[in-house]
């Protein structure tokens, strides 16, 4: 059993020292401190250390333990004031008497020379690192604070033992004393001085020195350069006296630039990097801005996200809190130039470095460099292959404007109406479209802005007058711009101002677009537009002919519906967002025909328009989906919510007027075998139900179901006199019958 395997005796060791008296604790220790000075293989000193380990694991949860008489026990244990550890006994002076031999043959010669020395304490340190463990371990879960004065007392003449502790010849003694001086270096002590601050920083450097040379990730040393160069970070980010001189600035760049390549060492290397830049420490030569020029380019070609963004934030902090004067523009042409990098990950963390930069710079600097960093993004929100590039971008363009000062934005604003109004570049208008959806977005309701909009319509028609695919983005830029003005409330959508009926008219065409985005744009538009316009206004402008209105005629209205019509038929499964907008606008327009005088206007016009003949025009798209695609019912769905919409607005009369059209296609689906549609049409029928009289429904329900009955009766007779009277065409029949049910059975077993 598992109970049964391994040793129990280090967890027996950690519940002793969970639950041991303070006075107790130098008996618990001492016999392996004296074990341990008899043994010398590795072996069996790391099974004293392990030891040591648990025992100090067991003191840290003992709630009886006091702090300040665990700081006398280290004491007396790092200074080998208490009897532990060291063999003390003396050995035996008496000189032994050598029995002279009584053979011819004489005794072989024993070696001579100077003997090798045995150290009476080569054990000794594993105990010292013992005391230092539990220091650390105090230090490190708030057992001992800076706040309180007997601590900080009790803690001084620690700093002087752990720095001679450094220039050990153990390397876990030295990684231990650097851990514990992580923790002391932000305690108020007195003895903390100048001096002493500057003498810990030459011993780290002295170790950095020392074994910072090794690249294998692992093993003791590895550690000690790390712990080493995370007190380094704590020296000069949080130690106000750490004076670094120009020759340990350039050590420390001289690691950085090294450290970061490296995998294992490249988080401590960022933290030493930001914190010299955090105390702006400067060198006499151009070391530090070279570090940050590789920072950048680390930052776009490294494959690592967390070091990317590493590099990013420290070039932040340089712009940040130096003043780099006409360093500037060469960092800022740096990123610019990495838009063009050939890997996505690369222009991705160029758009963002700038985004960043940006934000740092501030708008007195920024404006002297906003054409430049506005020419640079702006031709890769429409050239660059990747929409998540492209999204950054737009971003920094938006950060871009929301930092500079109104007149740079002005400026730049007419640099972009300048490509909009290009007659013959299709490329510069699109670009043009791109970055007014930005300036829309980022600075509406801005009142420069709201100067530009007539002359936005004006281009507009231009830009959506053209249905060919290879100037799709356009189009659907185009609209997605008019799209944003509305939102923005720059721009009523029933506005009657100059160019609107003609950017309306496009929008219409647009509708068949061949681009399932423009269709759904340009119908979300007329939707905008019809929800804006009440069905009496537009009756008046049909009336009256109105001049600068769009819908003034039946024949609009008329191929609206025939267009919106058309749009439904082409919806998929896919299209939802586009099928619900297709519903809602020809509900708006059956709500133009539900007003009074519409019908007497429409009658005296060539293209009449009635409320049954828009519904009947609807039914035959679901009629049709019944016959290609009978197991697919998103049409259906779709038509017969716009049945339940309209019949909720129309009067009794109305309603009456198309129940012949209507119930037929939904008795089909109550009866029929897609589980979705039976409730969904059964519940369509309640609500026709209620909008009629009862007496009524039930009569034209009755009528329909008996037709429905007899027309099925006469297919079934049909079927069997032409067993009769064209065998030869029934065998066919009976063959390809046979035939898909052989092929339906196979699909299941594939399945």
Same mark, same amino acid.
Request: hydrophobic share 40%.
């Given at each position: 059993?598992m109970?049964?395997r391994?040793s129990?005796?280090?967890?027996m ?8 008296s ?6 618990l220790a001492?016999?392996f401190?004296?074990?341990?000075s008899?043994?010398s293989t590795?072996?069996n000193l790391q099974?004293?250390?392990?030891t040591f ?6 003191l ?5 333990l006091?702090?300040?008489k665990?700081?006398?026990f280290i004491?007396g244990?790092v200074m080998d004031k ?8 003396e050995?035996n002076?008496?000189?032994?008497n ?5 053979f011819? #043959?004489?005794?072989a010669?024993k070696?001579?020379?100077?003997v090798?020395k ?9 105990v010292?690192?013992?005391g ?6 105090l230090?490190k879960?708030g ?5 309180e004065?007997?601590h900080?007392?009790r803690l001084?003449?620690f ?5 001679g502790?450094l220039t050990?010849?153990?390397v876990s003694?030295i ?7 992580f923790w002391l270096?932000?305690f ?10 500057m ?8 170790l950095l020195n020392?074994?910072?040379g090794g690249?294998d990730g692992k093993g003791?040393?590895?550690?000690? #350069?790390i712990i ?7 020296l000069i ?7 670094l001189?120009?020759n340990?600035?350039k050590?420390?760049?001289?690691y950085v630039t090294?450290d970061?390549l490296d995998?294992?060492?490249a988080t ?5 990097l ?7 420490l ?5 070391e530090?801005?070279d570090?940050?020029i590789?920072m950048?380019?680390l930052?776009i ?5 967390q070091?990317r ?7 932040m902090?340089?712009v940040k809190n ?9 960092v ?6 990495q ?5 996505e990950f690369g ?13 740092v710079? *501030?708008t007195?600097k920024m404006?002297g460099? /906003?054409?430049?960093v506005?020419i640079s ?8 292959d990747?929409s998540a590039?492209?999204k ?8 871009l404007l929301?930092t ?5 934005v002005?400026?730049l604003l007419?640099?972009t ?5 290009s007659p013959?570049n299709?490329?510069h ?5 791109n970055?007014?959806?930005?300036y ?5 309701p801005?009142s420069?802005l709201a ?8 281009g507009?028609p231009?830009c ?6 290879t100037e799709d ?5 185009s609209l997605?711009l008019?799209?944003r003005?509305?939102q923005h409330?720059?721009?009523e959508?029933?506005a009657t ?10 929008i ?5 677009h061949?681009?399932s ?6 119908a979300?538009?007329? *939707?905008?537009?019809l929800s804006?316009?009440?069905p009496e206004?537009?009756l008046s402008?049909?009336q ?5 209105s769009w819908?003034?005629?039946?024949? +609009?209205v008329?191929s ?5 019509i058309?749009q439904l ?10 099928g619900t907008?297709i #519903?809602k606008n020809?509900?708006a ?6 007003v009074?005088?519409?019908? /007497? ?13 828009i519904v009947?025009k609807v039914?035959?798209?679901a009629?049709?989906e019944?016959? +290609? ?5 998103t049409?259906r769905?779709l ?8 019949c909720?607005?129309a009067?009794q009369?109305r309603v ?8 037929p296609s939904?008795h089909?689906?109550? #009866?029929g075998?897609v589980a979705?549609?039976k +409730?969904?049409?059964?519940e369509?029928l309640?609500l026709?139900k209620?909008r009629?009289?009862d007496?009524?429904f039930?009569?034209?329900y ?5 037709s429905l ?6 297919? /079934?007779?049909s079927k069997k006199q032409n067993?009769i009277k064209n065998?030869?065409?029934a065998?066919?029949r ?11 059975k196979?699909?299941?077993f594939?399945?």
């Amino acid at each position: 059993v598992m109970e049964a395997r391994g040793s129990k005796c280090y967890d027996m060791l950690q519940i002793m020292a969970k639950f041991i008296s303070n006075d107790q604790v130098f008996n618990l220790a001492k016999p392996f401190a004296d074990k341990a000075s008899e043994l010398s293989t590795f072996k069996n000193l790391q099974k004293i250390r392990e030891t040591f380990r648990n025992i100090v694991l067991g003191l840290l949860d003992n709630k009886d333990l006091e702090a300040v008489k665990c700081l006398v026990f280290i004491y007396g244990i790092v200074m080998d004031k208490l009897d532990i550890g060291v063999n003390r006994k003396e050995k035996n002076t008496l000189k032994k008497n050598e029995n002279l031999s009584i053979f011819i #043959v004489p005794v072989a010669p024993k070696r001579t020379g100077a003997v090798a020395k045995n150290s009476k304490s080569a054990s000794q340190h594993i105990v010292h690192e013992f005391g230092l463990n539990l220091l650390y371990f105090l230090l490190k879960r708030g057992s001992l604070l800076a706040n309180e004065e007997l601590h900080c007392e009790r803690l001084e003449p620690f700093i002087d033992i752990l720095i001679g502790s450094l220039t050990s010849s153990h390397v876990s003694l030295i990684t231990t004393a650097v851990r514990c001086l992580f923790w002391l270096v932000k305690f108020p002590l007195r003895s903390l001085d100048d001096a002493k601050v500057m003498e810990i920083t030459n011993k780290v450097f002295d170790l950095l020195n020392k074994f910072g040379g090794g690249t294998d990730g692992k093993g003791e040393n590895h550690d000690l #350069v790390i712990i080493a160069s995370k007190l380094l970070v704590i020296l000069i980010r949080d130690v106000e006296l750490t004076k670094l001189d120009q020759n340990h600035l350039k050590t420390i760049l001289t690691y950085v630039t090294n450290d970061v390549l490296d995998p294992f060492k490249a988080t401590t290397a960022f933290g030493l990097l930001t914190a010299i830049l955090n105390r702006r420490l400067e060198t006499d030569t151009t070391e530090l801005h070279d570090v940050m020029i590789k920072m950048i380019e680390l930052s776009i070609q490294s494959t690592n996200v967390q070091t990317r963004q590493a590099a990013r934030s420290t070039v932040m902090s340089y712009v940040k809190n130096y003043n780099i004067k006409k360093k500037l523009p060469k960092v800022l042409d740096l990123f610019c130039a990495q838009l063009d990098y050939e890997h996505e990950f690369g222009r991705l963390s160029a758009a963002e470095g700038l985004k960043g930069l940006i934000g740092v710079i *501030g708008t007195d600097k920024m404006d002297g460099q /906003a054409s430049f960093v506005f020419i640079s993004l702006a031709p890769h929100i429409v050239n660059d292959d990747s929409s998540a590039c492209r999204k950054a971008v737009a971003s920094t363009l938006s950060s871009l404007l929301k930092t500079v000062s109104p007149g740079v934005v002005e400026k730049l604003l007419n640099s972009t109406m300048t490509w909009f109004k290009s007659p013959d570049n299709p490329g510069h208008i699109q670009l043009a479209c791109n970055l007014l959806t930005i300036y829309v977005d980022t600075l509406a309701p801005a009142s420069f802005l709201a100067s530009k909009v007539d002359s936005i319509l004006a281009g507009l028609p231009n830009c959506l007058s053209s249905n060919s695919d290879t100037e799709d983005h356009l189009t659907i830029q185009s609209l997605t711009l008019l799209s944003r003005v509305f939102q923005h409330k720059l721009l009523e959508p029933g506005a009657t101002r100059e160019h609107m009926a003609h950017v309306w008219s496009c929008i219409h065409t647009c509708l068949l677009h061949s681009h399932s985005w423009a269709r759904l744009l340009s119908a979300q538009l007329l *939707g905008l537009h019809l929800s804006n316009v009440t069905p009496e206004k537009i009756l008046s402008q049909c009336q009256k002919n109105t001049k600068g209105s769009w819908i003034k005629t039946v024949g +609009t209205v008329k191929s609206l519906v025939l267009d919106s019509i058309e749009q439904l038929s082409l919806v998929t499964d896919e299209d939802s967002e586009l099928g619900t907008q297709i #519903v809602k606008n020809i509900v708006a327009l059956i709500k133009i025909t539900l007003v009074k005088e519409w019908d /007497a206007l429409s009658e005296g016009s060539d293209d009449q328009v009635t409320f049954s003949w828009i519904v009947r025009k609807v039914m035959r798209v679901a009629n049709q989906e019944l016959v +290609t695609s009978p197991s697919t019912p998103t049409k259906r769905l779709l038509v017969f919510n716009l049945i339940a919409a309209a019949c909720l607005g129309a009067e009794q009369c109305r309603v009456e007027s198309i129940l012949r059209l209507v119930i037929p296609s939904l008795h089909r689906a109550v #009866v029929g075998p897609v589980a979705e549609l039976k +409730t969904h049409c059964q519940e369509v029928l309640d609500l026709i139900k209620s909008r009629v009289e009862d007496e009524h429904f039930n009569e034209v329900y009755m009528e329909i179901q008996l037709s429905l009955s007899k027309q099925k009766g006469e297919r /079934a007779q049909s079927k069997k006199q032409n067993l009769i009277k064209n065998p030869e065409a029934a065998a066919k029949r009976k063959i390809r019958m046979n035939e898909s049910k052989k092929r339906i059975k196979k699909a299941k077993f594939q399945k």
